[in-house]
């Protein structure tokens, strides 16, 4: 079974704290994304990353970098936590796409609170 | 560009009843379309996709879903539903114009199951 962890389900943070979020793959998948989830907009990607050390923008990477030094890890870091971060933030990985097949695997997700 | 859209944002039945889930897209491709289920507090899974072959896909736990090219629609359903099926619902297309492996979400439709 593929398995992708998250490092904290919940998680309370204060405005201008940096915040490191982790997400471990243990399927060898070359992509790797990070979303997240707010309700009434579905999931929206923030970076995407198909190779280490590879990162590309997604459709709201404001305020959000990232980190992939090794396959199985993507990092989200949040340079400096705002309260129109505090979200569900969802990890999924995928193989390298060939033809139509994208299915991601995603973890259980970290809620994110920064007051 | 691609995009879907899920006709309702809140379905209810009643245990026993079909379900109906509605989801339209917009592809310039010939789309990978997905259906993904999120329980209370847990990650998302995969129920079924369509990826070119068979029109009507089945997934998991007795749900289907029919790919209409000429409505392009991908209507997710159920013949009898069950207390255990309220979540909630994204469904998803693929964005298969630069071999990226990035997923489209729609905005999510929340099933509830009274009984």
């Known amino acids: 079974d593929v398995k992708v962890t998250q490092s904290s389900r919940y998680l309370v943070k204060r405005t201008g704290e940096k915040v490191f979020l982790e997400c471990v793959q243990d399927?060898?998948?070359?992509?790797m994304f990070w979303y997240r989830q707010d309700p009434g907009l579905g999931l929206r990607l923030i970076y995407f990353s198909y190779d280490v050390k590879m990162k590309e923008k997604g459709d709201i990477p404001e305020g959000y970098s990232v980190s992939r030094e090794k396959k199985e890890r993507f990092s989200l870091i949040l340079e400096s936590a705002s309260t129109n971060q505090t979200s569900m933030y969802l990890c999924?990985?995928?193989?390298?796409?060939?033809?139509?097949?994208?299915?991601?695997?995603f973890g259980p997700g970290t809620r994110l609170t920064v007051t | 560009a691609q995009s879907v859209t899920q006709l309702d944002s809140h379905v209810s039945v009643s245990e026993g009843t079909p379900v109906l889930l509605r989801c339209n897209y917009s592809s310039s491709y010939s789309p990978s379309l997905f259906w993904y289920v999120q329980h209370p507090n847990k990650g998302l899974q995969l129920l079924l996709k369509?990826?070119?072959?068979?029109?009507l896909v089945k997934g998991i736990n007795g749900f289907e879903a029919e790919f209409k090219k000429s409505e392009t629609s991908f209507h997710l359903t159920k013949p009898s539903a069950h207390m255990s099926d309220a979540a909630e619902y994204f469904c998803v297309v693929s964005d298969n114009s630069g071999n990226t492996g990035k997923l489209i979400f729609g905005q999510g439709t929340t099933l509830q199951v009274k009984p």
């Open positions: 369509y990826t070119s072959a068979a029109t």
């Open positions: 999924a990985s995928s193989f390298e796409g060939t033809g139509d097949f994208y299915e991601q695997y």
């Open positions: 399927m060898d998948h070359e992509n």
